[in-house]
């Protein structure tokens, strides 16, 4: 029998890259010149890689379907992450609430689907996350949940494994988790 993988899923905006604020509600970047990955991150996602993990993006970008994000700008930010960190795969939803799909975080359709194709342990697996449909679907599928910690999210209290500061804090809890596996 092979041996499964574990993975560490991540929330893209605002985890991965900076979010952007309009009107004073967190956005996703519409353009490629608003996309701007946060600082350490490289760092912390060659750190998983070592450790044996897989880094999968799972993302809601209902900005796709509500008009506001063009395809080929999401394809140009995919691509820029691919090319430049060390991520095995990006998973978008592009579709917004109403749309009642699988794919949308709550729902951990894309960490299912994930988890299929590379074969992983999802027990041994963590989401890190910045919002409560993250948290949500991390735990529905099963993985330990670390939730990043922002100034938009303050109101998160329950449901997450840990909550931290950053993704370099994240990195210690997964390590130190890893060795009591």
Known sequence: MKESKRAVFLDRDGVINKVIFRNGKVSSPWKFEEFEILPGVKKV?????????????VSNQP???????KKEELEKMNQFLIQ????????ICPHD???????????????????????????QSFFIGDGWKDVEAGKK?????????TNYNKNIQKGP???V??????????KNSIQKI
């Open 45 to 57: 996602l060659t750190k998983f890689k070592k450790m044996g993990f897989l880094n999968i993006v």
């Open 97 to 123: 609430d109403n749309d009642y799909c699988n794919c949308r975080k709550p729902k951990p359709g894309l960490i299912l689907k994930a988890t299929k194709k590379y074969e992983i342990d999802l027990k």
């Open 141 to 149: 599928a099963g993985c330990k949940v670390i939730l990043k910690k």
């Open 161 to 163: 494994d840990f909550i």
């Open 165 to 174: 500061n950053s993704l370099k804090e994240a990195l210690e809890i997964i």
């Open 84 to 91: 430049n960190l060390p991520i095995d795969e990006i998973m």
């Open 63 to 69: 900005d796709v379907k509500r008009g506001f994000l």
